[in-house]
C-alpha cells in the first residue's frame, strides 16, 4: 500500500472511529455529518470523498462494529470444538460486546430501516448461520442450518433485551444456551 493509500485508509478508520465514539453519546438523529467531521478532524469534502453520503457511512459503521465483534468471537472460540460450548461462548463474546458498546449497538438499530443497513443484516445473519452450522452438525441436530438460523436470530433478539435492560440478563442467556444444550 502506498502513502497516500495508507493516509486515505487511516482517514477513513479516523471517520468511522469518530461514529463508534460518539454513537455512545448520540442517537442516529443526533449522528450527523457535520457531528462526525467535527470529531474526526476532517473536512466534510473528506468525508463524501470516503463514503459518499451517510447511508454508506452507516453501513461502514455497522460493518466494521461487527468485524470488530467477529474477531472477538474467533478469538473466544478458539480451539473450542463446535457444539454447545462453542455456541455458549460465541454467544457470550456477542453479548457482551453489545452491552460494552450500547450506544453503537442502539444507533445500528435505529438504522436498520434503511435498506442497505437491512440487506447487510441479512448477509451478515446468513454468513453468521453458515458458520455456526457446524455446530449444530457436530450435536447431531436433524436440521443444522435451520437451526443455526434460529440460534443467529435468538441471539440477536437476546442482545434487544440486553439493551433495552442496560445490563447482562443472566435468566435470557440461560435460556439462549437452553437451546442449544436441549437433547434433538
Not at 482517514?11 to 454513537?23: K, V, Y
Not at 463524501?48 to 453501513?59: I, K, S, V
Request: contains cysteine.
Amino acid at each position: 500500500m502506498g502513502t497516500r493509500q495508507a493516509a486515505a485508509a487511516r482517514t477513513r478508520m479516523s471517520l468511522i472511529d469518530a461514529g463508534l465514539r460518539l454513537a455512545e453519546r448520540t442517537g442516529l438523529t443526533g449522528l450527523s455529518i457535520n457531528l462526525l467531521v467535527e470529531e474526526a478532524g476532517v473536512s466534510k469534502g473528506t468525508f463524501f470523498h470516503h463514503f459518499g453520503d451517510r447511508a454508506t457511512y452507516l453501513l461502514a459503521l455497522h460493518r466494521e462494529f461487527h468485524d470488530r465483534l467477529l474477531t472477538e468471537i474467533e478469538d473466544a472460540t478458539d480451539g473450542i470444538q463446535p457444539g454447545p460450548e462453542r455456541l455458549a461462548v460465541a454467544a457470550n463474546t456477542y453479548l457482551d460486546g453489545c452491552l460494552r458498546n450500547r450506544g453503537v449497538r442502539a444507533l445500528l438499530l435505529e438504522a436498520r430501516a434503511d435498506p442497505l443497513i437491512a440487506e447487510e443484516i441479512g448477509s451478515r445473519n446468513a454468513a453468521t448461520a453458515t458458520r455456526v452450522h457446524a455446530d449444530f452438525t457436530a450435536m447431531k441436530w436433524p436440521h443444522p442450518l435451520e437451526s443455526a438460523q434460529l440460534w443467529v436470530g435468538m441471539t440477536a433478539e437476546a442482545a434487544l433485551l440486553e439493551l433495552k435492560a442496560g445490563r447482562r440478563t443472566p435468566a435470557v442467556r440461560a435460556a439462549l444456551n437452553h437451546f442449544t444444550n436441549s437433547t434433538r
